[in-house]
């Protein structure tokens, strides 16, 4: 019996539930692809803006770090402390930054991505999800790294990208979750960021 069919039977997860729609063209050959041919191309932030975070939430999470810090030095752990300090400074420098904008463009011969070209043989299976009200087109490559692409998409063009890419690729209707991420989500539900 295999993993995947132990899974589905205590119900931690449901691998039938979410076949990929198969594409039209089922083998692409990139010799034989000819001129380029842009279906779509547009431009986006290269990250979501986060927002400013609620002052209490400042205030909690400040006064737990000068905690953790005491704690730190009382016990002589000051490459750790450095190494935490490093991540806070790089994530405020990161918020504090506009994000930048980066080119788009789903064509004959792959999806381009802020100016790399990843070719429909190099590619998996697509679907879309949203991100903080943002529209995110998704892209798993068969490569490890980067592993899936996160494309961020106008509303109005969810439709015509479903149309083009589902040529290419097998469509999924939702995500594929792992129990990871369920794990997370569950855990995540529980605190309240927003302050309310």
């Known amino acids: 019996m295999k993993l995947v069919q132990v899974t589905d039977l ?5 691998s039938r539930a979410n076949q990929p729609t198969q594409p039209e063209v089922q083998n692409v050959n990139p010799e034989t692809l000819g001129e380029k041919k842009v279906y779509l191309e547009w431009q986006t932030t290269a990250r979501v803006q986060r927002k ?6 400042m205030r909690t999470f400040t006064i737990i770090g000068a905690v953790v810090a005491l ?3 009382l016990m002589h752990e000051f490459t750790l402390i450095l190494v935490i300090a490093s991540v806070i400074f790089i994530s405020q ?20 991505y802020a100016g790399q070209l990843y070719r429909w043989t190099e590619l998996k299976q697509f679907f879309f999800t949203k991100n903080n009200e943002l529209d995110i087109l998704a892209v798993d490559t068969k490569d490890p790294i980067p592993g899936r692409l996160f494309l961020s998409i106008h509303a109005k063009d969810k439709d015509h990208l479903k149309e083009v890419i589902s040529k290419y690729l097998p469509y999924l209707e939702r995500e594929p979750r792992t ?11 529980k605190f309240n960021f927003e302050g309310k």
């Open 10 to 14: 205590f119900g931690i997860t449901n």
């Open 52 to 57: 400013g975070a609620n002052q209490k939430l």
């Open 71 to 73: 704690l730190l030095v």
């Open 93 to 112: 420098i990161l918020s504090k930054t506009p994000p930048e904008m980066i080119k788009h463009e789903v064509s004959s011969h792959g999806v381009s």
């Open 179 to 189: 129990v990871f991420d369920k794990a997370f989500d569950s855990v995540m539900s």
